[in-house]
Each structure stands twice: as C-alpha cells, then as structure tokens.
C-alpha cells in the first residue's frame, strides 16, 4: 500500500463479512433490503477511498435486483472493487453472497454498480487518479464499465441517442433483431 | 382505514421525517448514500403494507442518483406510495427533500422506484390487490411505471425487445433519431 | 417554506412513520415506552426547529399516558406541531398512532405536550418568533397551550396560586364544586 | 435476592451509567432530552422487573423537566427504585445526576416519576407484590407516591375531586391561600 | 466529588445495568461475548475517567472466560473500579453479574482486568494520580495488581524473567514444585 | 464449501472490513477499544461458524494489547481462522490493521486469541470436527495453539504444572535463564 505503487484494481478491493442480526430483519426473519443497501454502500466507499486516497461520496446506484432473501444469523459476503475512473467518478462493482453455515451453502444474492466521485473538503468534486486492471477479467469490467457508464447517462437524460459510443454496437443489434 | 374500503394510491402514502445524525454522515459531515437507501427502503416497505397488509419484501431498487449532499442537522423527509401493482410485485416510488431548517430552504434530493413483492408466511410471493388511481397525476404515474416495468425487465435482460409492449414508442422513436 | 412568510402552525407540522423493530421492543414483542418517548423527542425537536429556525433543547415534557401498547411489525405514526409560543419556549403537540397493517386497523397510542426552548450557540436561551394559528382548531390549542403552561409551572412550583390567570375559571369551578 | 426474601425498596434499585457518545447528541453537543428518557424507561423497567418478577410495561411518566444540559463525553448516571405499589400498577423514582469528569463536578439534572404495570404473558395486567419501605426516607417516599397518583389521576381526568383522599389537606391549603 | 479529596478507589467505582436486547444476542438468544466485552470497555473507561479526570484509552485487557451465558431479557450489572496506577496507566478491575429476575437468581459472569493509560488532548501518555485504597480488600487488591502487571508484561515480552520482582516468590514456588 | 469438503483452516477465514464511526470513538476520535473487541468477536464467530456449521460461542478471550490508536474514519480489516480444534473448542486467531486510506499506509493493530465452542441447541457443548492445517504457517499455529492452551488452563487455574505438556520447553528454559 505505498503512496508510489501503481494504482491497480486489486489495490480497491474490499471484503466486507457480517452476520445478520434480529434488528436486520423484516417480520419473517429475512434482512431488510435496504439494510444491505447500506451495507453495499460502506464497502464501495472503502474500495473507492482505497482508489482516490481521499473523501469520496456516492453519486449514484445501478438498478439492484435482490435475488435470494437472506436469512437472520446468516453470513453476507460482500466483495467490491473500482472498475474504472472517469475523471472526477468511479465505477465500484460490488458482489454479494449469503452462506448458510450450517448447510455449507453459499448462494450469490447481488450484483450490483455504485457511483462515488472523489471530493475536496468543501465537496467539491476533484479528479480521481486513473486505474490499471490487471488481469483479463478486470479489463473485461473495465471495457463493459464505459458502456454501463453511456446507459447510466441515458437513463438519467443526461446523453442523446446521437452522442452514444460505447453502446453503439448494442443498440443497432437492438434494432437489427427488431427489424 | 377500514378493510372494505376502496384500495386507492393515498391510503399507502407514508411521509417519513428524520433529523441527520452524526452517526448517519461521512467524514466531511454529509449524510451516506447507503444510509439514505436505507430509509427509503423503510418508508418503500410501509407504503406496500399498507396496500397489501401482508409482510412485503424488496425486490429491486431502480437506479438511484443522489443530487445534493445532506447535511448533518439537517432534516431529511421521504414520501412514498404505492404507483401500480403487477399481480403479485408493486411499483412504489420515493421522493427525497433535505431542509435547512436555519436557512429555511428546502430541496428535492431524489427520485427514485423500488419494487416490492408480497409474500406468505413462507416468503412465497402471493398476489397482492388492484390499486386504484384518482388524481390526474395518479393516473399518470400509474401509466408511467408500466413503461418503467418493461424497461426494467429489459435491463434484467428477462423482457426481449420484440416483446416489449409500452415501451414500443420511445423505442421506435429512439430509432428514428438514430436513423 | 420561505424565510419571509408568516410563520403558521401548518409550517411547523412534522410527520413521523416508523416500524418497529425487535430491537425496540421488551420480552413480549411490545415497543419500550421509553423508545416511543425517543421518536416523540425528534418529531417534536424537528417542529420547533422548523419554527424557530435555530437549535432548540428539551426544556419539559408533561405526563405521557401509554394508553395501547404497540407491537413489533406495527407501524408508528407521530404527528408534532408548534401550539404556542412563550418567549423563549414553545409547546409542542405529538399525538401518536399505531397501525396494525394486516387487519387494516388504526388506534390513537398517546397525546402528549414537549417544551423546547430555542437556543443560540452557547446554549443561551433566545427568543423565538410568534406562531399564528389559523384554523379553529388551532386557535382552541393556542388558547389550551396557556393553561397547560399554567398547570406546568404551578406543578413545577414555579407559579404561586395567587398568579394564576388563565386557569382561574378552572380552579374557582373546583373550589365550588368541593363547597 | 432469594425468592423468599421480603420485597423492599432496596431490591429493587437499579443504577445505570453511562457516557453520552456522539449520536445521543444534537448540533450543540448536548444530549437529546429523548435519549434520556428512554435510558430512564430502561432504569425503571429494570426495577420494576426486580420487584415484580415478571415483565412489566410503562404505563405512564409523569411530568419531567429538563434542568441542566448535558454534554458529550460527559457521565449520566440514572438512579431508580420502585416507592410503593398500587396493585398492578408502580410508581418507579429516577434520579439522574451528569457528571463533569474533567471538573470533578457533579449535579442533579432531573427527578422523575414513571407508572409500570405488571403483565402476564398475553399483556393482560396482574398484582404486583406490596413492597415494604424501610428507611424514613422510603417511608417518605411511600406516603408522598399516594399523593402523587391522585394528581396523576386527577390530571387524567380519572379522579373527581371529591373522591380525592391523600391530596385533600393540600388542596384545602391551596383553597384558604387563595381566600 | 470536590477536586481537592483525596483520590480514594471508592471515587472510581462505577455500575453499570443493561437489558439484554435482542440485537445483543446469538441465534440462541444468548448474549454475544464481544458485546459484553464492549460494555464492560465502557465501564472500565467511566472509572478510569473518575480517577484521571482526562481522557483515558484501553491498553490491554486481560484473558477473560465467559463462565456462563447470559439470555435475552436478563439484567446485566457490570461494577468497575480502578485498582491501582502505575504512572500513567492504570489497572481497572470489572466483575459481571447476570440476573434472571423471574427466578430472582444472581450469578457471577466473569471477572476481568482493563489496563487503561491517561493521554492529554494528542493523545500522548500522562501520569495518572495515585490512588488511595482504604479498605483490606482494596488494599489486596492493590498487592496482587502489582503480579498481574508483571504477569502482563512477561506474556507480551516486554518483561525478562530476571527482572520479576512481586511476582518472585510464585515462580520460585513454581520451579520448586517441579524440582 | 461442499459439505463433503475437507475442513481446512482456509475454509474457515473470515475478512471484515469496516470504517470507523463517530459514535465508534472517544472524545479524542479514537476508536473505543471495547468497540474493536465486539467487531473482533463477531468476526471470530463466523470462523467457527464456518468451520462447526452449528451455533458456537464465546469461551474466552485470551489478552488483548492495544497497540495503536486507530482514528475516526480510518478503515479497520479484521482476518481471522481456526488454529485448531480441542474436542468441543476452538482456538481463532485475529490479526486486526488499520489504514489511513489518505496517506495509503496500514499498520498492525492486535493479535489475539479467541476460543469458541461448538453448542447445540440447548447450548451444551458438542464436539466439533477436526481441522487440518495445509501451509506451513498453518501447521506452526496449529502447534502454537496447544502451548497457548496449557497457558491459559494454567492461568485459569485449571492445569497445574506438573500436568504441563508442551510448554514444558518453554518453562525449562525460563527455570535456565534464572539459575
């Protein structure tokens, strides 16, 4: 972790255990969505502050689908990591699995995109450094990140049909198969 | 309140008010994403009780953007309701406003979709009644979130284009701008 | 909510909606009353805030019946607005509900009256600004908060007898009625 | 504390300590009057269930002021003890001292009176044991707690006047006072 | 508590009472070792803190069993005191009952030694004020403070063999018995 | 994590991430010791959770030094494994850093021992299965682990010296360096 080694994807990874407690839980015993949001939340703050080295706050969520319910006194797992930099905002993956300890079962239960951007102390926002995947799987991520990015933008209004790059190829294969 | 009434969009309205404690910020003092995702997903679960007065479990959130940074001290207040119900799924939709209560402004923060299910005793999903729009806007939500459905399904990759049903407009329009 | 307008009681009003969680309860399932006291403190804090647009403490609370006890799984709903101002201090109204979402049912739990006084940065009391009440029924609570105020400090030891000015008619009306 | 022994004052005190960390507090640092009374309700149900020896629940607080502020890293230090029984019902006494652990001082913030009931395991109400005060001051405490219920039921409305019985000699005090 | 008294152990002692809430306990329903490991560091902060009058931080614990499980709605008394100081660091004594007040029964729980060290406001070491012990049992107390610490010491290797002092006559008895 | 899967010490490793609080911290900002040893806890349980498959809980908890401050905001990894199993217990091992994600350094917080045992329902002990060590390091703190347990039987009284096994060694030489 020396301020001079190269800024790697595998330098942002977080693992963030917890076991589920009564106050986690709706009526039936199963966790409360939101309260893994949260959870989500604090392990990609950590891969993003591991990445930019300073204050960084969440700019925005992915659509989550919440898979597989998770059960009070189960295990949650969860894995996050920054995919890309685009100037002052990262991308941060993050995978969640539940274990059911006593069966010696573990099931993924999300996988889902969180935005943060790198701040100033007056929250302003700065640019964060840029990131070097490694291995193929992370320049995978890395590649499919910018056209996460070009839909987030899409979806939010913020990018015309016309602008769109990344997504290109996706789009006419839309249009092709609805020909 | 009473169980023979007509099942309308206002009686699963839930307004929820919290003052932003230490606990709940970052350290520049501005309240987390994940925190916010929580209380929403609280103020989410109680507008889907209140329709379909059984337990009710998170199914997806939509993308989320978060606009403005929340102050600690600050009050943040969550209005919720129930938009449309798809037999056994409900489309309830947040919107988020922080007030400086010193300053005496009040901003819109977010607008986000959470998607719940009700389920048995079991946790199986069951169907959950017919929800009954009366204001123009009501209405129009109700239109709306058929559209936001299809989108949805289509991003979880479970809803293929030829079979899209709402969404046909915008997309052949998309189309059209491309062309 | 602008800085200008006339501050009514309508501005002050605060709506509270909470489920409660296995952690607010005792060994039966049913909500603390002193978790209940806790709520009704920041309802009733974020309506002097919202009057007075500066810090306000808890300066009393009067005597809380617990009338219903509330469940686990319930939902609360506290409503809270400014009464009256004296000065420095405010009364402030909560009354309190409890929903049983399954059986579509909805029960008055408590009526209470908190006094905040409004605070500069050392902890000093400052005077707050008048309310004016608009409706009838907030004019009745105005004229009720001068009583109550009364009957507060006469408790307190604070208010000889001989001082006594709007509780008069009351007390005569006692004294005749022991004759 | 063998079963068999005689139910005094004494077995039922309970003290409590503790120091206020940054989430009791509000923007000034000072400790929520809600945060208070409910660290007093978990005091009070805790003598309570020493005496009683079965679950008990808050059936009512009387009137409590606020009189000294309390700030962060201070101690609060809350005393309780149940001063007589009136069937199903207690009349619980808190105390509650701050202290100041860098001044070497110490004062009284508020005394306070809390009503708990007695239940079975369906929350219906049961008698509680008589308790037997020992000390003057016990004893003090035991006659004043008779007065105290009568005002208490007065300002419920439960209690007509002339059905007044331990607060007679005040009233009529307060009545030639006023002559 | 006037600054000018002599600084006796009986100043230092603190009780400390808590209900064991759901959120504190296993799947069991028995309470989690580390949450009572976390509220006796608070109690054994609170007598450090009435002895140093300044900030004081945990340097060590001593090795504690958990000798029998405390449930869901029981009562925990946990009583601290500072046993004696050693420049700037002091050892605090804890001894943790539980109570199950149906049954009326009281058990020990456990037995532990905190090492707390004064620090001024850089969070740099301060000398702590001599303690005075008073009765025989806190004049015990004091000796066998002085073995435990070279105890302490030994195990984390900061503390050769030769250089024992109190401890001395123990492992000459030691190695006599083993002769 | 096949049932039928060979127990190793890797399958039973447990990464927690968190980031420190405010309401985690003293007056200086410094996270509370008692604080760390509940997180330490509940990472502790999920090894032997992973490693029994049925409820385990706290036995003991061998000392604990605290050898650097970790700050308000600081992000704290805990790692923990079973060492070895000894019929119904288990020894953990906590390795416990802190990093300042600003200044990109981490530093080592604590090493400590945990000792949990595998019970069933009603809470009796149950022998829990044995653990097979693969890398070398494994297999030095799997021999490690029966000296630290004769440590902390004798320390507790309840192993005397002569009955001593594998620290004999270790006594002989301290018996060498005093002649």
Tied chains: 1, 2, 3, 4, 5, 6.
Excluded at 14 to 19: H, L, S
Excluded at 78 to 98: D, H
């Amino acid at each position: 972790m020396s301020p001079d080694a190269r800024k790697t994807v595998r330098r942002s990874r977080c693992v963030m255990t917890e076991i589920i407690l009564p106050n986690d839980t709706n009526n039936l015993g199963n966790m409360m969505g939101g309260r893994l949001l949260y959870l989500m939340d604090k392990a990609a703050a950590i891969s993003a502050l591991r990445h930019a080295n300073r204050t960084c706050v969440t700019a925005s969520v992915d659509s989550v689908e919440f898979q597989s319910p998770i059960r009070q006194g189960e295990v949650v797992v969860i894995e996050s990591q920054v995919n890309r930099v685009f100037r002052t905002s990262m991308e941060v993956e993050l995978n969640v699995w539940a274990e059911d300890t006593r069966a010696q079962t573990r099931r993924i239960c999300n996988r889902a995109f969180y935005t943060f951007v790198a701040v100033d102390d007056e929250a302003r926002p700065v640019p964060a450094p840029p990131i070097f995947p490694e291995t193929p799987e992370e320049h995978e991520r890395y590649e499919a990140a910018a056209r996460r990015r070009e839909l987030r933008l899409m979806l939010a209004g913020r990018l015309k049909l016309q602008d769109v790059e990344h997504l290109r190829d996706d789009l006419l294969e839309l249009v092709r198969q609805r020909g």
